[in-house]
C-alpha cells in the first residue's frame, strides 16, 4: 500500500489515538487533531491525502470542519470520512450535504478503515 498523508479528528482521545496508531504502524504519516479549529490548522498544514473526521466535535463540529475543508482550493482533493457516534439517515444525509464522502458508525472496523486508503476519487 501506498503510504499516506492522513488526518484523524476526533475529541475522545482514546479513540483518535487508535487509529492514528493503526495509521501509522501500516506506514502512513498521521496528524491528530481533538477539536474542529486545531483540525483546519493541521489540514492546512499537512495537506492531507485522507480525513477521519468525528462529526462531534468541541469549537467547530465535523460538519462546519469538512464544509471549510470543501472551501480550501488547496485540499480540493482531500477524501473526508466521518468516524461518528452520529449514525441517524438525518446525520448521513447532513454529512454529504457538509461535502463528507463516506460515513461509519463507531466503532469503526480497523481493518475497513485501512483499506480505505488504497481508495481515491
Known amino acids: 500500500m501506498v503510504p499516506r498523508r492522513v488526518l484523524v479528528v476526533d475529541d475522545n482521545i482514546d479513540s483518535a489515538n487508535s487509529i492514528a496508531m493503526l495509521l501509522s504502524h501500516a506506514g502512513h504519516e498521521v496528524k491528530v487533531a481533538h477539536d474542529g479549529l486545531k483540525a483546519l490548522e493541521l489540514a492546512r498544514s499537512a495537506r492531507p491525502e485522507f480525513v477521519f473526521l468525528d462529526l462531534g466535535l468541541p469549537k467547530?463540529?465535523?460538519f462546519e470542519v469538512a464544509r471549510a475543508l470543501r472551501?480550501?482550493?488547496a485540499l480540493a482533493g482531500v477524501r473526508i470520512i466521518a468516524v461518528t457516534g452520529y449514525g441517524q439517515e438525518s446525520?448521513?444525509?447532513k454529512a454529504i450535504e457538509a461535502g463528507i464522502d463516506q460515513h461509519i458508525v463507531k466503532p469503526a472496523d480497523p481493518a475497513f478503515i485501512e483499506s480505505?486508503?488504497?481508495?481515491?476519487?
Open 60 to 62: 467547530l463540529d465535523g
Open 71 to 73: 472551501r480550501e482550493p
Open 91 to 93: 446525520d448521513r444525509a
Open 116 to 121: 480505505l486508503l488504497g481508495a481515491r476519487r
